[in-house]
């Protein structure tokens, strides 16, 4: 059973920078399709970034191309989201997820029914 705890959310000014982590436990061995989501209050869950642990370059949503990278730490199992120039519509709930879809599909999805594994998520708040 993968578990995924989140950390390193706060409120920063915009413009600002914060990194998120996420530690994953009970891998299997296999590779992940690992992502994060953001849900701003009274909208949908939306994906930010997407890797896939077993190689490839990282994708990442419109919204936030050029200024957030996702990256992993395989040694410690650990997954980080480096936000950079923030902006208030980036206020969010922060989402670690794993999936391990990729066997299947042949590629990582930002589809939320396509991940099964969940943090508790982390809050982010940018004001302006």
């Known amino acids: 059973q993968v578990q995924l705890v989140e950390s390193g959310g706060g409120s920063v000014q915009a413009g600002g920078s914060l990194r998120l982590s996420c530690a994953a436990s009970g891998y299997t061995g296999r590779s992940y399709c690992m992502a994060w989501f953001r849900q701003a209050p009274g909208k949908e869950r939306e994906g930010v970034a997407i890797i896939y642990t077993g190689g490839g370059s990282p994708t990442y949503a419109d919204s936030v191309k050029g200024r957030f990278t996702t990256s992993q730490d395989n040694a410690k199992n650990t997954l980080y989201l480096q936000m950079n120039s923030l902006k208030p519509e980036d206020t969010a709930m922060y989402y670690c997820?794993?999936?391990?879809?990729?066997?299947?599909?042949?590629?990582?999805?930002?589809?939320?029914?396509?991940?099964?594994?969940w943090g508790q998520g982390t809050q982010v708040t940018v004001s302006s």
């Open positions: 997820a794993a999936s391990a879809s990729y066997s299947r599909l042949r590629f990582c999805s930002d589809r939320l029914s396509e991940y099964n594994y």
